[in-house]
């Protein structure tokens, strides 16, 4: 199953492989171009947690899709420590967003269940009201028809 990361703006929320680029910054949040480029166009802060993003490589763009030969070279030359260490924060940051996505989703859920909650105790009492004039709108007419 594949699974697509998420803007982490909230009011966008767009996945970002479909459309194939994305902005990383270094306190591993993930932004789609448009939202970034809103962002980081007013000031050098994570609009997520905040965190000043002053240094050259704390805001990336990066490519979600890439070529073949982007990914024989781009880690060619280096040291296999260094290596082990890119794919492990590689991999961190990946852990990183599916739980947050995760958490989110927990959250999205949590509300829906309370909305759902609320609704079924108003339709149930919407129920109780109308089986009460039901039941006096009985009264009405069987006692109606006891005087006829």
């Known amino acids: 199953m594949d699974v697509d990361l998420h803007c982490n703006n909230v009011r966008c929320r767009r996945g970002v492989y479909s459309v ?35 240094q050259k490589n704390d805001i990336a ?14 880690l060619s030359g280096l040291r296999p420590e260094v290596v082990i260490e890119i794919c492990s924060r590689a991999l961190a940051f990946w852990t990183y967003q599916t739980t947050q996505e995760v958490y989110f989703q927990e959250a999205i859920s949590k509300s829906f269940e309370r909305q759902n909650i609320l609704l079924e105790n108003k339709l149930q009492a919407v129920a109780y009201d109308a089986n009460l004039e039901i039941s006096s709108r009985r009264v009405v007419v069987f006692s109606t028809m006891t005087l006829y």
């Open 61 to 74: 763009l990066i490519d979600l899709h890439p070529s073949e030969g982007y990914k024989s070279s781009i």
């Open 20 to 54: 194939g680029r994305a902005c990383v910054t270094s306190c591993s949040h993930l932004f789609c171009v448009e939202c970034a480029n809103e962002a980081f166009s007013v000031a050098s802060t994570c609009p997520t947690c905040r965190t000043d993003l002053v």
